[in-house]
T-cell receptor, first 112, second 116 residues
Framework: AQSVTQPDIHITVSEGASLELRCNYSYGATPYLFWYVQSPGQGLQLLLKYFSGDTLVQGIKGFEAEFKRSQSSFNLRKPSVHWSDAAEYFCAVAGGSYIPTFGRGTSLIVHP | EAGVAQSPRYKIIEKRQSVAFWCNPISGHATLYWYQQILGQGPKLLIQFQNNGVVDDSQLPKDRFSAERLKGVDSTLKIQPAKLEDSAVYLC??????????????FGNGTRLTVT
């Protein structure tokens, strides 16, 4: 069975600072990996996904993530955070069905 | 392109009552999913439909939860009777076909259920 661990429940950063959200996955074969963002009262929006190929994946809103097989990680990064990035971020892993299994999420708080 | 529509946005009921949620997927999307998102947790898949057939309902508590997608378009998720632990956001998602590289999931805004 596949699973995802997001070790940080909350992350606080100042506007303009860089951001890294951690994600570790468990899956026996090559995983498909996703990051989603959820603003209050909204559904989940796909930020980026990794299926194969280049391990550095670019997404929307200036986000990127790097797949590291040796560390079973897929951390999300952004060089400069904007106040509008405050939201809940979910990492997800999928196997052959491509249906994501989600982590518990990390709440991003942005200070002005 | 209109997104996934869900109603109601909020629902408050007492335990042992019944409740139903409605979802209208993106036009032309064959696959529909219901997820349960309990506060502080990630969404958990309850059931997946392909057109009007069930693909996977292994995580659906069938003693109290039921779902249908009779004409392969709209779907209804029902809870009867509700328990306190059913308090959650119920998310509907759809994809063009079975989830895949070219068929990502699109999520609705969810229905927040509070059971008192």
């Amino acid at each position: 069975a596949q699973s995802v661990t997001q070790p940080d429940i909350h992350i606080t950063v100042s506007e303009g600072a860089s951001l890294e959200l951690r994600c570790n996955y468990s899956y026996g074969a090559t995983p498909y990996l996703f990051w989603y963002v959820q603003s209050p009262g909204q559904g989940l929006q796909l930020l980026l996904k990794y299926f194969s190929g280049d391990t550095l994946v670019q997404g929307i809103k200036g986000f990127e993530a790097e797949f590291k097989r040796s560390q079973s990680s897929f951390n999300l990064r952004k060089p400069s955070v904007h106040w509008s990035d405050a939201a809940e971020y979910f990492c997800a892993v999928a196997g052959g069905s491509y249906i994501p299994t989600f982590g518990r999420g990390t709440s991003l708080i942005v200070h002005p | 392109e209109a997104g996934v529509a869900q109603s109601p946005r909020y629902k408050i009921i007492e335990k042992r009552q019944s409740v139903a949620f409605w979802c209208n997927p993106i036009s032309g999307h064959a696959t529909l999913y219901w997820y349960q998102q309990i506060l502080g947790q990630g969404p958990k898949l309850l059931i997946q439909f392909q057109n009007n057939g069930v693909v996977d309902d292994s995580q659906l508590p069938k003693d109290r939860f039921s779902a249908e997608r009779l004409k392969g378009v709209d779907s209804t998720l029902k809870i009867q009777p509700a328990k306190l632990e059913d308090s959650a956001v119920y998310l509907c998602a759809s994809s063009l076909d079975l989830a895949g590289r070219n068929s990502p999931l699109h999520f609705g805004n969810g229905t927040r259920l509070t059971v008192t």
